[in-house]
């Protein structure tokens, strides 16, 4: 196994980024730290804490996952859904409609983007 660090100077940053590498005998290339939001990714466990790899306009980067009152949903897949994602909502919460009425009082109501639903902590 070989180690390797890499380091750029970001312009806007006004500071260096760097990562580190292993590269395994059989030569596949692992990051050997968890990865910062917008780094490319393959896998939830590329990426930091509270974060999961999602699409951004159809390329897989490192998202972080969404907190406690962000609008969050659970897509029906498709072409939109495959391009671009998000993360589901962090651990512990759940994600549910804010203040939903009782079923048999709610008329139909299309809802294409769930606005109305957030991520919460489970009720008892």
Not at 25 to 36: A, E, G, I, K
Not at 82 to 108: T, V, Y
Request: with cysteine; hydrophobic share 30%; aromatic share 6%.
């Amino acid at each position: 196994m070989h180690l390797f660090e890499a380091c750029v100077k970001h312009r806007s940053l006004f500071k260096s980024v760097c990562i580190s590498l292993q590269i395994k005998d059989d030569l596949t290339l692992t990051n050997r730290y968890p990865l910062h939001p917008g780094a490319r990714c393959k896998v939830d466990r590329d990426c930091g804490a509270s974060m999961c790899c999602a699409r951004h306009h159809g390329e897989q980067v490192c998202k972080s996952r969404l907190i406690r009152g962000e609008s969050c949903y659970v897509p029906d897949g498709g072409l939109a859904f495959s391009i671009n994602q998000i993360c589901p909502c962090d651990e512990g919460l759940l994600c549910r409609e804010k203040s939903a009425p009782h079923r048999r009082e709610r008329d139909f109501i299309y809802q294409p983007e769930r606005k109305s639903w957030t991520c919460q902590v489970p009720k008892a």
